[in-house]
């Protein structure tokens, strides 16, 4: 089975930066969507960005456009989340998870659709 390892979580104070990593290996498959998914203490898991296994096509969350970017490298087994301008409300543990199908507009904020998770990555952003 595939083997997520998320790291680059850290503290900062708002307005700062941070860059997470995801590594996939072990697959017995060919890799789909992956997609960072964060919760917070007392919320639902909720879906941040995802990317096709092309790259081409990037889902955001609209709490993050303009301020997060994803993408994933040429051998497709590294996903990189760019967090810019961060806000005391992106302080959250974030998971990287992976799926056997395709980023599609209906499912890709879905925890079902997903295979795959990581042990996640704290991020802790202060006022």
């Known amino acids: 089975q595939a083997r997520l390892v998320e790291s680059g979580g850290g503290s900062v104070q708002a307005g700062g930066s941070l860059r997470l990593s995801c590594i996939a290996s072990?697959?017995?498959?060919?890799?789909?969507?992956m997609t960072w998914f964060r919760q917070a203490p007392g919320k639902e898991r909720e879906a941040v960005a995802g990317?096709?296994?092309?790259?081409?096509?990037?889902f955001l969350a609209d709490s993050v456009k303009g301020r997060f970017t994803i993408s994933r490298d040429k051998v497709e087994n590294r996903v990189t989340l760019q967090m810019d301008s961060l806000k005391p409300e992106d302080t959250a543990m974030y998971y990287c998870?992976?799926?056997?199908?395709?980023?599609?507009?209906?499912?890709?904020?879905?925890?079902?659709?997903?295979?795959?998770w990581g042990q996640g990555t704290q991020v802790t952003v202060s006022s």
């Open positions: 998870a992976g799926a056997t199908t395709d980023c599609l507009f209906r499912s890709w904020s879905r925890v079902d659709t997903y295979s795959y």
């Open positions: 072990g697959y017995t498959h060919r890799p789909g969507c």
């Open positions: 990317i096709e296994p092309s790259g081409i096509v990037p």
